[in-house]
């Protein structure tokens, strides 16, 4: 088929290609989820569902050229999905949650190719005839963490539709080449010319956030991702949550200025600079489409002459906001900007840390789709040795969780960490949240 550009979110995980072995294009950079599914099930018809939605979105059948000069996409003809079927009856009833996150996790410790068409595969464990669990690992390179769940809301519509039940229709979807052809397109437009001019000021002079490892990157210790998992308990989450009903910001602002303010403290610096991801999908006619929309957006906070807490999640609110209006850029062309930013996270005994929090989208809680219930399983809270990849450091993601509490988790390279230097650090960013949620107007340098 004719060549397609690449989006710039995919060329710039071609940035750092490090073959099919490692690296974003490596076995291991993948999203897993998993959902409880409640009522009686039909193998042969959840493979034919699965088949629907690759057929449906094109990210799910598309190659990636990486090879002989330059990088391009090609979309392929559907191909099966693969759905392996595991028999869980010897689970007793008492256990079954258990066994459905240790099932989790052994699909997230294991692998995918990116280069497998399509990128894609399910496990389905049955418990019994009325109780089952189906996780999905897709290869990070054709989606992303909102993309999974569009691709189970639209599993569970074809395969209601395929058991003859009226679910009425999907919403269309664009298909992703569209949105790689419009935002090469988009460059030359005053709106990114601007953004662009924002993030060349906003990041003048300005030096990412990075962590001392406890092995250098010189070591050649082979690249592994581990997990490392905690709860932020309901009492803190509870003033989390009313900080940011007074000051009119997102419960994620909030947590962020508490990471900010470890921050300060382990770098020593009135200048932050904390990575984050957003879903990068700005443009409404993409939120049904499934690909690699997510943008790494650099936040930077000046907490020179910041008096209280208070005023600390005013300024994160602000420096927020700022680079939300620019979130259009994508990530490449934010650094191309500030050629800079990135140089202490390069250093050999150094790296990156990105911060993420977000609600868990309910599209799939407990919600009956023709004859099934489905439930995402969130509440995950054992660590791991090994996980998906992320690359050269760590990443924080707090949940909110229907519970009251924040389910959280540290993936970090173990290659470069101890997991007792992610939890000490965890260990502080709690004390230093708890300290300022519960007495924002104390003074900063308590």
């Given at each position: 088929?004719?060549?397609?550009?690449?989006?710039?979110?995919?060329?710039?995980?071609?940035?750092?290609?490090?073959?099919?072995?490692?690296?974003?294009?490596?076995?291991?950079?993948h999203?897993?989820?998993?959902?409880?599914?409640?009522?009686?099930?039909a193998?042969?018809?959840?493979?034919?569902?699965?088949?629907?939605?690759v057929?449906?979105h094109?990210?799910?059948?598309?190659?990636?050229?990486?090879?002989?000069?330059?990088?391009h996409?090609?979309?392929l003809?559907?191909?099966?999905?693969t759905?392996?079927?595991?028999d869980?009856?010897?689970?007793?009833?008492?256990?079954?949650?258990?066994?459905?996150?240790?099932?989790?996790?052994?699909?997230?410790?294991?692998?995918?190719?990116?280069?497998?068409?399509?990128?894609?595969?399910?496990?389905?464990?049955?418990?019994?005839?009325?109780?089952?669990?189906?996780?999905?690992?897709?290869?990070?390179?054709?989606?992303?963490?909102?993309?999974?769940?569009?691709?189970?809301r639209d599993?569970?519509?074809?395969?209601?539709?395929?058991?003859?039940?009226?679910?009425?229709?999907?919403?269309?979807?664009?298909?992703?080449?569209?949105?790689a052809?419009?935002?090469?397109?988009?460059?030359?437009?005053?709106?990114?010319?601007?953004?662009?001019?924002?993030?060349?000021?906003?990041?003048?002079?300005g030096?990412?956030?990075?962590?001392?490892?406890?092995?250098?990157?010189?070591?050649?210790?082979?690249e592994?991702?581990?997990?490392?998992?905690?709860?932020?308990?309901?009492?803190?989450?509870?003033?989390?949550?009313?900080?940011?009903?007074?000051?009119?910001?997102?419960?994620?602002?909030?947590?962020?200025?508490?990471?900010?303010?470890?921050?300060?403290?382990?770098?020593?610096?009135?200048?932050?600079?904390?990575?984050?991801?957003?879903?990068?999908?700005?443009?409404?006619?993409?939120?049904?489409t499934?690909?690699?929309?997510l943008?790494?957006?650099?936040?930077?906070?000046?907490?020179?002459?910041?008096?209280?807490f208070?005023?600390?999640?005013d300024?994160?609110?602000?420096?927020?906001m700022?680079?939300?209006?620019?979130?259009?850029?994508?990530?490449?062309?934010i650094?191309?900007?500030?050629?800079?930013?990135?140089?202490?996270?390069?250093?050999?005994?150094?790296?990156?840390?990105?911060?993420?929090?977000?609600?868990?989208?309910?599209?799939?809680?407990?919600?009956?789709?023709?004859d099934?219930?489905?439930?995402?399983?969130?509440?995950?809270?054992?660590?791991?040795?090994?996980?998906?990849?992320?690359?050269?450091?760590?990443?924080?993601?707090?949940?909110?969780?229907?519970?009251?509490?924040?389910?959280?988790?540290?993936q970090?390279?173990?290659?470069?960490?101890h997991?007792?230097?992610?939890a000490?650090?965890?260990s502080?960013?709690?004390?230093?949240l708890?300290?300022?949620?519960?007495?924002?107007?104390?003074?900063?340098?308590?």
């Amino acid at each position: 088929m004719d060549q397609i550009p690449l989006s710039f979110n995919q060329q710039f995980m071609c940035e750092f290609d490090q073959g099919d072995e490692a690296g974003p294009f490596g076995p291991h950079h993948h999203v897993v989820h998993g959902w409880r599914l409640r009522g009686e099930v039909a193998v042969d018809t959840m493979r034919a569902a699965l088949d629907d939605v690759v057929t449906r979105h094109e990210a799910l059948r598309t190659e990636i050229v990486r090879y002989g000069g330059s990088g391009h996409q090609r979309v392929l003809p559907p191909q099966p999905v693969t759905l392996e079927t595991r028999d869980l009856s010897y689970v007793t009833p008492a256990d079954r949650d258990e066994a459905a996150t240790e099932l989790i996790t052994e699909v997230e410790s294991g692998t995918i190719s990116a280069g497998e068409l399509p990128p894609i595969r399910g496990l389905l464990g049955r418990f019994d005839d009325d109780d089952h669990i189906l996780v999905l690992i897709v290869h990070h390179i054709a989606a992303d963490g909102w993309s999974v769940r569009l691709v189970i809301r639209d599993f569970a519509h074809r395969y209601a539709v395929r058991r003859g039940l009226d679910v009425g229709e999907l919403p269309p979807a664009r298909p992703y080449r569209e949105y790689a052809v419009r935002q090469r397109a988009s460059v030359t437009e005053p709106a990114v010319e601007s953004s662009r001019e924002y993030w060349r000021d906003a990041l003048r002079g300005g030096r990412i956030f990075s962590l001392p490892t406890d092995y250098p990157k010189s070591a050649g210790i082979p690249e592994s991702t581990a997990v490392y998992r905690f709860l932020i308990d309901t009492e803190v989450v509870t003033a989390v949550l009313e900080i940011a009903r007074l000051k009119r910001c997102t419960p994620f602002m909030v947590l962020l200025a508490g990471f900010t303010r470890l921050v300060q403290r382990i770098s020593d610096t009135n200048d932050v600079v904390v990575p984050t991801f957003t879903p990068g999908r700005s443009e409404e006619e993409f939120q049904e489409t499934v690909g690699l929309f997510l943008n790494l957006l650099p936040v930077r906070i000046d907490l020179d002459g910041c008096r209280d807490f208070g005023e600390l999640v005013d300024r994160v609110r602000r420096s927020c906001m700022d680079a939300y209006s620019h979130d259009h850029v994508p990530t490449g062309l934010i650094l191309d900007e500030a050629p800079n930013l990135m140089d202490p996270a390069a250093e050999d005994d150094r790296a990156a840390c990105v911060f993420q929090a977000f609600p868990f989208p309910f599209l799939l809680d407990g919600e009956p789709i023709g004859d099934l219930v489905y439930t995402e399983v969130r509440r995950r809270l054992r660590s791991q040795p090994v996980g998906s990849e992320v690359p050269n450091g760590a990443l924080w993601t707090l949940n909110f969780d229907p519970e009251g509490d924040v389910v959280a988790a540290v993936q970090f390279n173990s290659n470069l960490f101890h997991e007792s230097t992610i939890a000490a650090m965890v260990s502080e960013y709690l004390t230093v949240l708890r300290l300022s949620v519960t007495d924002p107007e104390a003074p900063l340098n308590r």
